[in-house]
């Protein structure tokens, strides 16, 4: 299969309707459907079911979605740290991605040790909202990450562990829920004024909350102060909160792993200092 045909058919499957994929990739609607079309024969497998309604994905459709995906980031992963090796002074650099607002304590610890150490490269610290960060890995823009299991889609990445912790509820300071000495998942999740985030649909398995979007911790946590809403995070999250708000262990919840993790082909020096130096930490 080329490149080409896989990104038409990922479109294709995303938008659920080849007019909108058409126009979506820049392109006339009818060669988009013979290229789909070509692309059934090929594999001798229907692709999608058409339906009045639009394009629903097949058994086959949906395995060819899931592996395309990935064919098409490592693809978009080579073009990206070619093009970054053979930048002036720019080669040794490692791209280093984490959630914004998380493990903070863990990463300064990281990179001052690493920076300690003999020929240290430059790290690059790229912080984006939750889901993110698997997704930069698998496509190159990152080149280690600090992920967090359950949370995080680590399928395909070699990873060491950093870290095991418990997970608490961070509460307005005051609120009754603040005065008690454990809740647990179910609990947390029914509190009536207090409703937990709605985590972006990306890469992973977030649970899934009646407030608002989760763009980043800060806003987030902001509305939790304002009594607007309420969070699970992390037991590390504690050593970062402000005055105003409170933490009541999770006593049911999974314990969240922090690892580090970075794809299985690199050879990057670098990438192998700083996976060597989280390991001995």
């Given at each position: 299969?080329?490149?080409?045909?896989?990104?038409y058919?990922v479109?294709?499957?995303?938008?659920s309707?080849?007019?909108?994929?058409a126009?979506?990739?820049?392109?006339?609607q009818?060669?988009?459907?013979?290229?789909?079309?070509?692309?059934?024969?090929?594999?001798?497998?229907?692709?999608?079911?058409?339906?009045?309604?639009?394009?629903?994905?097949?058994?086959?459709?949906?395995?060819?979605?899931?592996?395309?995906?990935?064919?098409?980031?490592?693809?978009?992963?080579?073009?990206?740290?070619?093009?970054?090796?053979?930048?002036?002074?720019?080669?040794?650099?490692?791209?280093?991605?984490?959630?914004?607002?998380?493990?903070?304590?863990?990463?300064?610890?990281?990179?001052?040790?690493?920076?300690?150490?003999?020929?240290?490269?430059?790290?690059?610290?790229?912080?984006?909202?939750?889901g993110?960060?698997?997704?930069?890995?698998?496509?190159?823009?990152?080149?280690?990450?600090?992920?967090?299991?359950?949370?995080?889609?680590?399928?395909?990445?070699d990873?060491?562990?950093?870290?095991?912790?418990?997970?608490?509820?961070?509460?307005?300071?005051?609120?009754?829920?603040?005065?008690?000495?454990?809740?647990?998942?179910?609990?947390?999740?029914?509190?009536?004024?207090?409703?937990?985030?709605?985590?972006?649909?990306?890469?992973?398995?977030?649970?899934?909350?009646?407030?608002?979007?989760?763009?980043?911790l800060?806003?987030?946590?902001q509305?939790?102060?304002?009594?607007?809403?309420?969070?699970?995070?992390?037991?590390?999250?504690?050593?970062?909160?402000?005055?105003?708000?409170?933490?009541?262990?999770?006593?049911?919840?999974?314990a969240?792993?922090?690892?580090?993790?970075?794809?299985?082909?690199?050879?990057?020096?670098?990438?192998?200092?700083?996976v060597?130096?989280?390991?001995?930490?």
């Amino acid at each position: 299969m080329e490149t080409r045909e896989l990104r038409y058919f990922v479109t294709v499957a995303e938008e659920s309707h080849v007019g909108r994929a058409a126009e979506r990739l820049g392109i006339a609607q009818p060669p988009l459907s013979r290229a789909i079309a070509q692309l059934e024969r090929r594999l001798g497998a229907d692709l999608f079911v058409r339906t009045p309604r639009g394009m629903a994905l097949t058994s086959a459709g949906e395995t060819l979605l899931r592996e395309g995906r990935v064919a098409l980031a490592a693809v978009e992963a080579a073009e990206r740290r070619t093009r970054r090796t053979a930048e002036p002074d720019r080669g040794s650099r490692v791209v280093l991605t984490a959630k914004a607002g998380a493990s903070d304590e863990l990463m300064a610890k990281l990179l001052d040790a690493y920076a300690a150490e003999p020929g240290a490269v430059e790290v690059e610290v790229v912080l984006s909202p939750p889901g993110h960060q698997a997704l930069m890995l698998r496509d190159g823009r990152a080149d280690v990450a600090i992920l967090h299991r359950p949370f995080d889609d680590l399928s395909g990445f070699d990873c060491d562990v950093l870290a095991v912790e418990s997970q608490v509820l961070v509460v307005p300071a005051g609120h009754e829920t603040s005065h008690r000495t454990s809740t647990t998942v179910a609990e947390a999740s029914s509190i009536p004024d207090l409703p937990l985030p709605r985590w972006p649909e990306l890469d992973g398995s977030y649970p899934a909350g009646d407030g608002p979007e989760l763009r980043d911790l800060t806003q987030i946590l902001q509305l939790v102060r304002l009594g607007r809403a309420a969070i699970v995070l992390p037991e590390s999250a504690r050593a970062n909160l402000r005055e105003g708000l409170a933490v009541v262990p999770v006593s049911d919840a999974e314990a969240v792993t922090t690892v580090i993790a970075w794809p299985p082909h690199s050879t990057s020096p670098g990438v192998a200092a700083l996976v060597r130096t989280a390991g001995r930490l």
